[in-house]
């Protein structure tokens, strides 16, 4: 059945002409994207050297291995054999998949195992697993906030927590970016109006596509002080930022809920959610994303263990990446960029137009260097950058070529 749009016309054989089908406002929006936002699928395979090597049509015009400063495994270990063994073993062991949600007959002892470790590691009384941190976010903003709940979030976080925001009907205000003397205004006001109404603060402890980091403990007090839940996203800091990779949040008792991913240091794949024993419990008795959908395949949860067990064990790699973050940071200021603000291994170059972000992301390319060229919808307009990712396993050496390759700003 078609919707009725007025004036339009379509093709489709036995619909009448004034009927619109459903693929109308699809094909409109397609036609209207314009060439430099349009997105493409290429495969990559990694290579033996750490880099990332084209697969299949791309093989064709891109034969050389480019290194990679695109992906979000920052210490290198989702080609790790300690990972990649026990991802096998658990295979072998518990399943490829799960076969079931957590609560029918899906939960293996891998997931157990891996949720009291990352309990103990995060100092947190309660972790459970999802199978993605978009789904994991959306399970944390729900158990936090209602549709009398009114939401205080970052204005640039996640899009996976903003549908959070969607989904639980709650009322959203957007605070400027890091800036915590507008989130303190909004909160009083908030309080002035309904000292009982429930409040929720969302926020990021490395925002993926800036770099930065707000001030995580004066975060969690401010929101203690306004009665208000925080959730703080680490997917991005965990394994790097904080005590031992512990994350920003690590020792904040005022934190309602974190938000972790596996997909990204950890190597793996699959999320997860800390808090206290009440949250858990509510997540588990309540929360649609846990209960209803396919628990986390044991080979993912098996190399996230061990990627905890890495990371605890060898602490300076993480500490490494974040020293030569710095120098890369200097390095890039002394070639007359601005400098990429923040203190992690995200190291955004600001272009502003999009075609410059694309056209320096081929010129990279040419020269051996994968790179993201970050466009809208993910950034505001005029905020294009080329997003630098430094990674462990990148050669020593690697920053006066490739400010080489980039010329100047
Ligand atoms: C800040 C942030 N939160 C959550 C997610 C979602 O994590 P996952 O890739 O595990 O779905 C991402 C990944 O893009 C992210 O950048």
Same mark, same amino acid.
Request: one cysteine or more; a neutral charge.
């Given at each position: 059945?078609?919707?009725?749009?007025?004036?339009?016309?379509?093709?489709?054989?036995?619909?009448?002409?004034?009927?619109?089908?459903?693929?109308?406002?699809?094909?409109?929006?397609?036609?209207?994207?314009?060439?430099?936002?349009?997105?493409?699928?290429?495969?990559?395979?990694?290579?033996?050297?750490?880099?990332?090597?084209?697969?299949?049509?791309?093989?064709?015009?891109?034969?050389?291995?480019?290194?990679?400063?695109?992906?979000?495994?920052?210490?290198?270990?989702?080609?790790?054999?300690?990972?990649?063994? %026990? $991802?096998?073993? &658990?295979? @072998?062991?518990?399943?490829?998949?799960?076969? /079931?949600? !957590? *609560?029918?007959?899906? =939960?293996?002892?891998?997931?157990?195992?891996?949720?009291?470790?990352?309990?103990?590691?995060?100092?947190?009384?309660?972790?459970?697993?999802?199978?993605?941190?978009?789904?994991?976010?959306? %399970? $944390?903003?729900? &158990?936090? @906030?209602?549709?009398?709940?009114?939401?205080? /979030?970052? !204005? *640039?976080?996640?899009? =996976?927590?903003?549908?959070?925001?969607?989904?639980?009907?709650?009322?959203?205000?957007?605070?400027?970016?890091?800036?915590?003397?507008?989130?303190?205004?909004?909160?009083?006001?908030?309080?002035?109006?309904?000292?009982?109404?429930?409040?929720?603060?969302?926020?990021?402890?490395?925002?993926?596509?800036?770099?930065? =980091?707000?001030?995580?403990?004066?975060?969690?007090?401010?929101?203690?002080?306004?009665?208000?839940?925080?959730?703080?996203?680490?997917?991005?800091?965990?394994?790097?930022?904080?005590?031992?990779?512990?994350?920003?949040?690590?020792?904040?008792?005022?934190?309602?809920?974190?938000?972790?991913?596996?997909?990204?240091?950890?190597?793996?794949?699959?999320?997860?959610?800390?808090?206290?024993?009440?949250?858990?419990?509510?997540?588990?008795?309540?929360?649609?994303?846990?209960?209803?959908?396919?628990?986390?395949?044991?080979?993912?949860?098996?190399?996230?263990?061990?990627?905890?067990?890495?990371?605890?064990?060898?602490?300076?790699?993480?500490?490494?990446?974040?020293?030569?973050?710095?120098?890369?940071?200097?390095?890039?200021?002394?070639?007359?960029?601005?400098?990429?603000?923040?203190?992690?291994?995200?190291?955004?170059?600001?272009?502003?137009?999009?075609?410059?972000?694309?056209?320096?992301?081929?010129?990279?390319?040419?020269?051996?260097?994968?790179?993201?060229?970050?466009?809208?919808?993910?950034?505001?307009?005029?905020?294009?950058?080329?997003?630098?990712?430094?990674?462990?396993?990148?050669?020593?050496?690697?920053?006066?070529?490739?400010?080489?390759?980039?010329?100047?700003?």
């Amino acid at each position: 059945m078609g919707i009725r749009l007025t004036g339009r016309l379509n093709s489709t054989p036995g619909v009448a002409d004034d009927v619109a089908t459903w693929s109308d406002p699809l094909a409109q929006a397609l036609a209207q994207l314009p060439q430099e936002r349009l997105r493409a699928l290429r495969s990559w395979q990694p290579h033996t050297d750490g880099g990332l090597q084209a697969a299949g049509p791309d093989a064709a015009t891109t034969p050389a291995p480019l290194k990679d400063l695109a992906s979000n495994d920052y210490l290198g270990l989702a080609c790790h054999p300690a990972l990649q063994q %026990a $991802a096998a073993a &658990a295979m @072998a062991r518990e399943g490829v998949g799960a076969g /079931a949600s !957590r *609560l029918v007959s899906g =939960s293996r002892p891998v997931h157990t195992q891996l949720e009291e470790a990352l309990a103990a590691w995060l100092g947190r009384e309660r972790v459970l697993l999802f199978p993605s941190g978009f789904q994991a976010n959306l %399970a $944390a903003v729900q &158990a936090l @906030a209602d549709r009398h709940t009114l939401v205080l /979030a970052d !204005r *640039l976080i996640h899009h =996976s927590l903003l549908v959070g925001v969607q989904a639980s009907g709650a009322r959203l205000q957007r605070f400027a970016h890091n800036d915590l003397s507008d989130l303190e205004r909004r909160l009083n006001m908030a309080r002035r109006d309904s000292p009982s109404r429930r409040l929720l603060v969302i926020s990021e402890s490395l925002f993926s596509m800036e770099g930065t =980091s707000p001030d995580v403990g004066a975060l969690a007090s401010l929101a203690e002080r306004h009665g208000a839940a925080l959730l703080l996203d680490e997917a991005h800091a965990l394994g790097v930022l904080g005590p031992g990779g512990r994350g920003l949040g690590h020792g904040q008792r005022n934190i309602s809920l974190i938000s972790g991913t596996f997909g990204k240091a950890f190597g793996s794949g699959g999320a997860f959610l800390a808090g206290d024993a009440l949250v858990g419990d509510w997540l588990l008795q309540h929360s649609g994303p846990f209960r209803y959908t396919t628990a986390l395949a044991p080979p993912l949860a098996a190399a996230a263990l061990a990627a905890l067990e890495l990371m605890q064990a060898q602490p300076e790699r993480g500490e490494a990446l974040l020293k030569r973050a710095e120098r890369w940071r200097a390095g890039i200021t002394a070639a007359g960029w601005p400098r990429p603000p923040g203190h992690g291994p995200i190291l955004p170059l600001l272009v502003g137009d999009d075609r410059r972000a694309m056209a320096l992301q081929q010129q990279l390319e040419e020269a051996g260097w994968l790179t993201g060229a970050i466009r809208p919808p993910t950034v505001p307009p005029g905020t294009a950058r080329l997003r630098l990712v430094l990674r462990h396993p990148l050669p020593q050496g690697s920053l006066m070529p490739l400010l080489a390759a980039l010329g100047a700003p």
